[in-house]
């Protein structure tokens, strides 16, 4: 296994990189993914599943927000995944999951995954090591389940530095519309900023070779909109779709 060592790779968007062309790119993939999805959404062969990872204020609303503010809501549904309910406790920690899986035809975007029940739990010591250790193993099954039965997965980290969230952190405080974001817990959660990062290299390694994760810079916002938009167009335009009835 080949490890993943995320302190080596730059956060912020290459140097030589055209910020307003890459805006403009931008705005052409949006139209291509405007088609695409509802090429996805008729043709209905199979579904697509986006994962989105990463420390705190990394930036998992802002990208879904901007990336798919394109998109027919009617094929494209989010979900958020933070601490589990009472209910949820009750059942297999992939139960929830399950319960937002998309359908043939719909792309279905997670805010946070089944990942957070390796993660919080490693960093807090919330689990025995051997159960935390099988739950890679039940994760690399059940994302290949998936696979096989026609859900195409796309996994996103979107990498921050610690001064971004540092920075970031400070500004939702004085931001009125990122206020209510802000918790106690989240200047202690900071501070164990080694303990995750460990973490998710070990996820981003123990759970990539069949169905990889994308490493995304995300200190630069336009940036990272971009990478992310090109590679879910990418994926849809690798399909070869056609519309019902014009298969020949």
């Known amino acids: 296994m080949n490890r993943i060592e995320l302190n080596k790779i730059d956060s912020k968007a290459p140097k030589d990189a055209d910020k307003e062309a890459l805006k403009k790119e931008l705005f052409s993939l949006h139209k291509k993914m405007f088609s695409l999805q509802h090429l996805f959404y008729a043709n209905a062969s199979k579904s697509m599943l986006i994962i989105f990872q990463g420390m705190d204020t990394s930036g998992k609303d802002g990208t879904i927000r901007h990336v798919f503010s394109c998109v027919n809501p009617l094929g494209v549904h989010a979900s958020a995944f933070s601490e589990p309910c009472d209910k949820e406790r009750v059942h297999d920690f992939l139960w929830r999951i399950y319960q937002q899986l998309p ?146």
């Open 103 to 248: 359908e043939k035809g719909m792309i279905r975007i997670f805010n946070r995954s089944h990942y957070e029940d390796i993660l919080v739990p490693t960093v807090h010591r919330m689990l025995d090591d051997k159960l935390i250790e099988r739950r890679y193993d039940y994760i690399n099954s059940f994302e290949q389940q998936l696979e096989d039965s026609g859900t195409i997965i796309l996994k996103f980290y979107l990498l921050i530095s610690r001064d971004e969230q540092k920075k970031r952190l400070e500004k939702r405080l004085k931001d009125p519309l990122k206020k209510w974001k802000y918790k106690a817990s989240d200047k202690t959660e900071s501070k164990k900023w080694n303990d995750y990062i460990r973490t998710y290299e070990n996820i981003i390694s123990r759970c990539s070779p069949a169905i990889p994760w994308q490493v995304i810079p995300a200190d630069d916002k336009w940036y990272r909109n971009y990478l992310v938009a090109k590679t879910i167009v990418g994926k849809l335009e690798s399909l070869k779709m056609k519309y019902p009835g014009d298969e020949k």
